[in-house]
């Protein structure tokens, strides 16, 4: 017992001393100013490795050149089961070229651009629906009573589930959410397989009644891609839980972040009002000053070199894409939040390559559909509350943002 606890002492001192182990362990400290130590250590000693053997990197060109490069993929190989905790499907998340391009290639129609913009209009309606319940003469918090509900709404209808409970959704969310700092406990990883079982009854009952009688929605498409490209029906769970999921956790922190900015700089708020056409900009900014997904990591599936280091097969790195997109030497004064910021849309908050988020253009969309309703209707919105940031590492947002007109 004395050499474990002292095993643990020493460990837990390596892990203070590691502000990358530091992250990992939960700190309570705000990441962006550990970022900002690990910029200054990477100064010298490009992608370095944390004392816990991992490397990483805050550099934006070496971000970018892992996430473009065949040299690298989301997992090591081409085995993708049991690497991750808890055996949870991640479908495209967790598959290297050539699967993840088979399996992609039938989805990535339904999210283009093109079909966004016909989507408009549904996600405005969603979005007055939501602000119209909201209260004119108290305080509310924007996170549970609309940036949360939004993109629960607007997936739901455009994957063409009907009949959904939102809370029960909002739990599968947490769940496969929490997941990404890793599986905490028997509780967290019994609540996983239970979202999964769910998931897999939905969708399976989705599937028999869309291939009997096709609609205009995703699900539809995906059946009869499914056909047409011979995609294995568990690939088809995951994928379509993947799509439903993947919008939850993020597009709740883009739009609670842009607001949480707006409002404490208040002369963008007020320019933002004045010009509601500036949403798109501050959009693109709040994705490069406070991106709702902090990093993600590659693994060599060969010798490889990059910045003067060699990764040899397998090695894990950690770009962290918060991080990339405060480089000072891609952005002037990059601790700055401004929604004018001519290259903001250089931000890697959606990552690159292959894995480039596929709900980019949605997620686009519905953060500017939200903050010209949110100025339209509320010139003179502010904070009215305290503010707290949720805890985990990969997903960054605030857990309460309470407003009032
Ligand atoms: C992938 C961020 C919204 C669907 C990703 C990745 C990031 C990301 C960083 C890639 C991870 C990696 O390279 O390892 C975000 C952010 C969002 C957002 C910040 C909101 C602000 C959405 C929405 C959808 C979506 C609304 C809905 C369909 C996906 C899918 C992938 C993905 C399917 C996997 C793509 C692949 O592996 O090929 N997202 N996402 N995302 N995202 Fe998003």
Not at 84 to 112: K, Y
């Amino acid at each position: 017992a004395m050499v474990v606890q002292r095993a643990a002492t020493l460990y837990a001192a390596k892990v203070r001393r590691d502000p990358v182990a530091d992250l990992f362990t939960g700190s309570r400290l705000d990441p962006y100013d550990r970022y900002e130590q690990l910029r200054a250590a990477e100064a010298g000693d490009p992608l370095p490795k944390s004392s816990l053997g991992l490397r990483y990197t805050t550099n934006h060109a070496f971000t970018q050149q892992i996430l473009t490069s065949r040299a690298f993929g989301a997992v090591p190989g081409h085995d993708r089961d049991g690497w991750f905790d808890g055996d949870i499907d991640l479908s495209l998340l967790q598959l290297n070229p050539p699967d993840h391009t088979r399996l992609r290639r039938i989805v990535t129609p339904a999210f283009g651009r093109g079909r966004m913009i016909r989507y408009e209009n549904r996600i405005r309606e969603t979005v007055d629906r939501l602000l119209d319940a909201v209260p004119a003469d108290e305080p509310w918090d924007l996170m549970s009573r609309f940036s949360a509900s939004l993109p629960i709404a607007v997936i739901v209808d455009l994957l063409g589930i009907e009949d959904y409970d939102e809370p029960t959704f909002l739990r599968y969310g947490a769940a496969i959410g929490g997941a990404l700092d890793g599986v905490r406990s028997p509780r967290h990883a019994a609540e996983m397989i239970r979202t999964q079982q769910d998931l897999r009854r939905i969708f399976e009952e989705l599937f028999a009644r869309r291939a009997k009688d096709p609609r205009e929605d995703v699900i539809s498409g995906l059946v009869a891609a499914r056909d047409e490209h011979r995609i294995a029906p568990e690939d088809m769970v995951g994928l379509c839980a993947l799509l439903l999921l993947a919008g939850f956790e993020t597009t709740v922190n883009l739009i609670g972040n842009a607001v949480l900015c707006l409002l404490r700089n208040p002369q963008q708020w007020q320019a933002l009002v004045a010009d509601p056409a500036l949403a798109a900009g501050a959009v693109e900014e709040t994705l490069r000053y406070l991106s709702p997904v902090q990093l993600t990591s590659r693994f060599a599936l060969e010798r490889t070199e990059l910045g003067g280091v060699t990764f040899e097969p397998g090695e894990a790195v950690i770009p962290f894409l918060a991080a990339a997109n405060r480089d000072p030497k891609v952005f002037e004064r990059p601790l700055e939040f401004d929604i004018t910021r001519p290259n903001a849309a250089e931000h890697l908050a959606f990552s690159g390559g292959a894995h480039y988020c596929l709900g980019a253009p949605l997620a686009r969309l519905e953060g500017r559909i939200a903050l010209q309703a949110l100025v339209q209707r509320f010139p003179t919105l502010h904070i009215a509350g305290p503010t707290e940031r949720r805890r985990g590492m990969t997903l960054y947002g605030a857990k309460h943002l309470v407003v009032s007109a």
